[in-house]
Each structure stands twice: as structure tokens, then as C-alpha cells.
């Protein structure tokens, strides 16, 4: 350890410490929050925040018209997403320059991502969604392994007071593009023809008890959606996903004690015909398919026992069952492999008001169990067997002092302890200022970030280290009144021990460096007419350095880790713009999404370039049937995607679909 590290753990802990035994002798009042929307476990208020974060609500989803998780990210600054070919395709996110897997993915406070980091964005669904919380830049202080780029929480719709229920049901058609006469085989597969799509979601959540004079409340939600998409190539294209999710909460009405369990079940099944060149012509092309079975859970117990001090218990528990059927490694018997993620997470918190000064707390340990069994059956290419059985344990601390003058201070800070790659220490420390009369903001803060190997790297290379980055950032906000808003941050972030593969020895190593900067700029505004605008745009520019191309050279990382070469499938320049009209009886919306120019490989040895494109799509709905008595109202709505049916690779060689249009109903009571 090195020893700044450890006395910064040192204080941090003493000044968290204090802060608990301080909570224990004073009979404080919580001071008012500014939004209901904290940080992780925190008492943390995003307001307060000194990174930067982007809040999606419930309002935001309906209003937009989006159909999945993936369309409302790529309106985020800082975020550069990609789908690999149809709906059901790889969808990846490359978060301020970082890889794809240094993206945190939580549902429900339930770590999501694959074992090592990937995760597939497809497989998540809108429906009973209450807000998708967005955190840039790395986090691991507070999030643990995994929060390198970005942190992308999503909270299922919770029990309310109300009885409230939805549906909806879409139906519609892709197209696909036409090949022209000199385009080479993998265009191919695309004959601008059409394909149906159809869509159905239903949620209904609501109290379980009755009586308003009781001391506990008991409430229930529950969402379900189907999808059924046959994608927009010629054959072998289709995408189907059922996703269950539902929450049972058990509060006291002071709100003292609180339980909470969510469930979520999803079963996906999509089928590719195309291997990672973008060909069709191979032998198992019409046959192959990519399914996931994931079951997710969670118990959150909070007991709030002597003034603002609150214990905090949460069971968290992840299954994976993936099977690859005829995949393009040849082999004799379908790959059929398992993760799970189970552990607990013990916390206390505190919130105290000291008159001049307000310090919220929270110090916790969290243990976790990962294991596996991947199973490949001896494929060609392959032999033996993937095994995985590791705990993580972390000790954290956070500390946030609300100070005279509008000034925040956060630090906080993280010992992780992983059973096969080593402790690493993970320090933050954000500060803001307001300026109450001016309605502005000025924030920033450095943080370090840490991944561990993914399982087939470690299976192969056990003396791997966690990939790690430390950035640091500075952002100004400002606020008109309800009027406009606007928002530029500048980031730096340095990415250290990435691994890469090599042809001999240790298969895989930490070889690697790479740094990245740029500025987020993004903007609201309201006009007249009940007429809403957003503005966003990144600039990022990204190098990989210290890299040894020597022992490289004839490796299948070689594309993408040149020394002083731009990352790959990151854009320099990114943007866009949504406008829309959103009136008690209609809404209607445009927006533009632009991908800029950014390197890609041809194959594992050469770079080609992929240019640059835009990505229009329109949302429209219109009252039905508005019973303000009931609160209750049905509405019919048209949804295009690609709305100039413009032909585009997201991913090099890759075809991405034409234009999508469905139509729809839905109904709130």
C-alpha cells in the first residue's frame, strides 16, 4: 500500500467514524433534500453531487417515446453507444473513452454485468422502470470493481399509495437495406425488405394494505413484457425477450423500518447470422443462436434506531445461464455455461444538521461470492475447462460535509480485496459550490477507478491485476429560472494495467495504457407553445501509450493498442438534439442522434475507417380518452426509428436496420 493511500484511508475513516458518534449524542433534524434522488445507498443528494450525473425518470421515459434502455443513454454526454447489427445485437457502451466492460450496470442496487465486466445493454427492458441514474467517470470508491467509465443504476417502479396500472401493445415492421449491385457479401443479407415487430407490456403496482389508520404499510408492484422482433435481414434475424419483474415494500409509517425485496426474471433468445466479419457465407449462418436465462433478487432491510443513525442490510444475488447454439467456432455440442453473483452488503448511515454545518455518513462492508462453470466441451480452437470461485470483500467509507457558503465536500474511499488478483485501495473526492442568487454551479473532483479480470483472462493468466484509471474533472452549471439550464464539464482520465493478449507465454497481460480528455456540453431549454429543447455534444480524444507492440505484433490486439493511435470505436465528435411539443392531449417529438468518424478494424491486425452518420427518429401520441375523475386516460401512438431509412454501420461491417415504424395504444388507469 502505497503510504499516501494509507493515510487518506486513515482519515477517512476517523472523520466517517467522528461523524457516526456525533449522530449518536445529538438530536438532529435532516435537513430538506433538494431532489428525492440520492447517490447509491447515501444520503447523498444528486444535487449536491460534485461529478457529474444525468437523471432519467419515469416522465422522461414516457415523454420520449423510446423503446429501449439503449436510446435514452445515447442522448447522455460522455456516453458513445453502439448495437452490433439488429435488435438482440451486442449493444456496448463506451463511457468517456473507457473499454465497453467498465460500465457498472445495477438494477435495483443488483450488480448485472457478466463476471469481469461486459454486459449486453439489449437485454434490459423499459417497462416498470422508475429512473435510470447515470454516473461518468470512474466511481469505484463508492460502486466497488467495475466502475471505470460509468455507472448506470436502474430502479424498478416501487409499491405507491394508489392503485395504478398500464398497458401497451405495438405493433409495426422493420425494413431492410437494399443492396447495391458492387456491395460486397455481407450486405448480402439485407434486401430492403419488411419484417414484423410486436411488442406488449403490462405493470400494476399499489398498497396490499387497506386501512389508512394502520401503523404499516404493505405494498406490491409487478411489470411484464414480451417482445417479438424478426429482425431485417433475409433469414436467421428474429429477437424474442420476456422480461418479469416485481417488489414487494414493508414500511412503518414513520418510516423507521423499511423492507423491500425485488425479483426480476428475463428470458431472451436471438438469433445472427453473420460471424464478427460481418460474412454470411460459413456453415452454421442460419443456425445460430444467443440465449440468456437471468434471475435477479434483492432484500434491502434499513432500520433507522437512534436519531438519523440508520443500519442497513441488502441481499443481492444474480444467475446467468447462457447458451451459444452452433456458434463459429465449430464444434461437436452447443456452449452452455452459468455465473452467479451472491452476497451481502452491510452499511450504516447517518444524516446530522450541526447548525453551521450538515454531514451525512455512510461506512459499510460488502462481501460477495462469484463463481462459474463454463463448460466448452473441448471445441476446436479451445480445451478444458473454465472454472470460477472468488470472493471480493470491500470496507468503504463516504463522507459528504455540507459547509457555509453553499459548498460541498465528498470524499470517500474503498479497500477492495479480491481472492485471486490482489487488495487495491480506490480514493474520491468531489467538491461543489452553489451560487444561489446567480442559479450557478461550479463542481469537480478526482476518483480512481478498478476492473478485475474477466474469467477466461484470469483462467488463463492468474497473476493478472485489476485494470485500474484515475481522472479528474471540473464542470460548471447553470440554471435561467424554469427556462433553460446548461451544463460543460472538462474530463481528463488515464487507464492503467489494461489487458491485452499476446501470442505466447501468459496469454493474457496487463500491457497496456491509455488516456483520454474532452468536454461534455448539454443544454434545455423551454419556449413557448408548451415546446421543450435539448442539446448535447461530447468531444473526446483518445490515445493509447507505453504500449508493447513488440511482443504484439502478431497478437489480435495489434488493431486496437498502436502507441499515440486513437482508441477504437470512439468518436472524436458526438451530439444531438431532441424538440418536441408536449400538450395535455398530444405529444410529439423529433430527435437527431450524430456519431462522428472513429477508427474500427478491418480484422485483428488493420484499422479501417468508419465515417460518420445520423440517426433521426419520431414519437407521436395523441389522447384518446381522458377520465380525470379516475386519473386514468388512452392513447394511440406512432413510434419511427431511422426515420430516413439511412443505411449506417454503428459497427464496422456490420449493417445496422433501416427504418422501424410502430403503432400502438396505451392504456393508464
Keep these: 500500500m502505497k503510504g499516501e493511500e494509507y493515510i487518506a484511508i486513515r482519515i477517512a475513516f476517523f472523520l466517517i467514524t467522528l461523524s457516526l458518534l456525533i449522530s449518536i449524542d445529538l438530536n438532529a433534524d435532516e435537513l430538506v433534500i433538494d431532489v428525492p434522488t440520492n447517490i447509491g445507498n447515501t444520503d447523498v443528494s444528486i444535487t449536491e453531487f460534485g461529478g457529474s450525473s444525468t437523471i432519467i425518470t419515469e416522465d422522461d421515459i414516457e415523454s420520449s417515446g423510446a423503446t429501449e434502455i439503449y436510446q435514452l443513454l445515447r442522448t447522455v454526454p460522455g456516453l458513445s453507444v453502439k448495437r452490433s447489427g439488429a435488435r438482440g445485437g451486442m449493444i456496448s457502451i463506451f463511457a468517456r473513452g473507457s473499454e465497453s466492460d467498465h460500465n457498472l450496470v445495477l438494477i435495483d442496487g443488483v450488480r448485472a454485468n457478466d463476471i469481469g465486466g461486459g454486459f449486453n ?74 419484417y414484423f415487430v410486436n411488442e406488449q407490456y403490462f405493470r400494476i403496482n399499489g398498497p396490499i394494505t387497506r386501512n389508512d389508520k394502520s401503523d404499516i404499510f404493505v405494498g406490491y408492484s409487478i411489470g411484464y413484457e414480451r417482445i417479438n422482433d424478426d429482425g431485417f435481414r433475409r433469414f436467421n434475424d428474429s429477437y424474442e425477450n420476456g422480461i418479469l419483474n416485481s417488489s414487494i415494500l414493508l414500511k ?11 425479483m426480476t426474471r428475463r428470458k431472451a433468445k436471438y438469433h445472427y447470422p453473420t460471424n464478427d466479419s460481418g460474412s454470411v457465407n460459413h456453415t452454421y449462418a442460419k443456425t445460430q443462436r444467443d440465449r440468456r436465462h437471468t434471475t435477479t433478487r434483492s432484500l434491502n432491510f434499513e432500520y433507522n434506531f437512534i436519531n438519523s443513525l440508520t443500519y442497513g442490510t441488502t441481499y443481492q444475488y444474480n444467475y446467468l445461464h ?5 456458434s463459429t467456432v465449430q464444434v461437436s455440442k452447443d456452449l452452455n455455461w452459468w455465473e452467479k453473483r451472491e452476497g451481502f452488503n452491510y452499511y450504516l448511515k447517518s444524516n446530522n444538521n450541526l447548525g453551521f454545518v450538515n454531514i451525512k455518513t455512510l461506512i459499510g462492508y460488502d462481501k460477495v461470492n ?32 455540507k459547509a457555509p457558503y453553499s459548498v460541498v465536500i465528498n470524499p470517500g474511499v474503498r479497500r477492495n480485496e479480491h481472492d485471486t488478483h490482489g487488495n487495491i485501495i480506490v480514493p474520491s473526492l468531489f467538491i461543489s459550490k452553489k451560487f444561489e442568487k446567480t442559479g450557478s454551479k461550479i463542481r469537480g473532483g478526482y476518483s480512481k477507478g478498478i476492473k478485475y479480470p474477466q474469467i477466461y483472462e484470469s483462467s488463463a493468466a492468474s497473476q493478472l491485476k485489476a485494470e485500474r484509471n484515475k481522472s479528474y474533472e471540473i464542470g460548471f452549471d447553470q440554471t435561467i429560472g424554469n427556462i433553460s439550464a446548461i451544463s460543460v464539464t472538462y474530463f481528463n482520465t488515464t487507464i492503467y494495467d489494461i489487458v491485452a493478449y499476446r501470442p505466447v507465454g501468459e496469454t493474457y497481460q496487463n500491457l497496456d495504457e491509455a488516456k483520454s480528455e474532452g468536454y461534455e456540453l448539454s443544454g434545455n431549454l423551454n419556449l413557448p407553445y408548451d415546446i421543450r429543447a435539448k442539446a448535447w455534444y461530447t468531444f473526446l480524444d483518445t490515445k493509447s501509450y507505453n504500449t508493447n507492440n513488440t ?119
Excluded at 471505470?148 to 424498478?156: D, F, N
Excluded at 412503518?252 to 425485488?262: G, V
Design 370 to 401: 462469484e463463481s462459474s462453470n463454463y463448460d466448452i466441451f473441448n471445441a476446436s480452437g479451445f480445451g478444458g475447462y473454465y472454472g470460477h470461485d472468488d470472493d471480493t470483500k470491500s470496507y468503504y467509507g463516504n463522507l459528504l460535509i
Design 551 to 669: 511482443i504484439q505484433s502478431s497478437s489480435y490486439n495489434l488493431a486496437n493498442w498502436l502507441d499515440d493511435e486513437p482508441l477504437l470505436r470512439r468518436p472524436k465528435h458526438s451530439g444531438g438534439f431532441s424538440i418536441g411539443q408536449y400538450k395535455n392531449n398530444y405529444t410529439v417529438n423529433i430527435n437527431g442522434i450524430y456519431i462522428g468518424g472513429r477508427w474500427d478494424f478491418e480484422n485483428s491486425f488493420a484499422r479501417k475507417w468508419n465515417k460518420h452518420f445520423w440517426d433521426f427518429n419520431l414519437y407521436a401520441d395523441y389522447t384518446l380518452v381522458n377520465n380525470g375523475l379516475y386519473e386514468s386516460d388512452i392513447k394511440t401512438f406512432i413510434n419511427v426509428e431511422n426515420l430516413f431509412h439511412d443505411k449506417r454501420q454503428e459497427i464496422l461491417n456490420i449493417t445496422s436496420p433501416g427504418r422501424t415504424i410502430m403503432v400502438g395504444i396505451k392504456l393508464n388507469i
Design 322 to 326: 447462457k447458451w451459444w447454439t452452433n
Design 252 to 262: 412503518t409509517i414513520d418510516e423507521k423500518l423499511k423492507i423491500l425485496l425485488n
Design 121 to 194: 445493454f439489449e437485454f434490459l427492458s423499459l417497462n416498470n422502470i422508475e429512473m435510470i441514474e447515470i454516473l461518468r467517470g470512474p466511481q469505484s470508491a463508492l460502486y466497488g470493481s467495475g466502475a471505470m467509465g460509468s455507472v448506470i443504476s436502474i430502479t424498478t417502479k416501487k409499491p405507491g399509495a394508489k392503485t395504478n396500472a398500464s398497458f401497451k401493445s405495438a405493433i409495426g415492421f422493420n425494413q431492410g437495406p437494399k443492396k447495391n449491385a458492387n456491395e460486397p457479401l455481407l450486405n448480402s443479407q439485407t434486401n430492403g425488405g419488411k
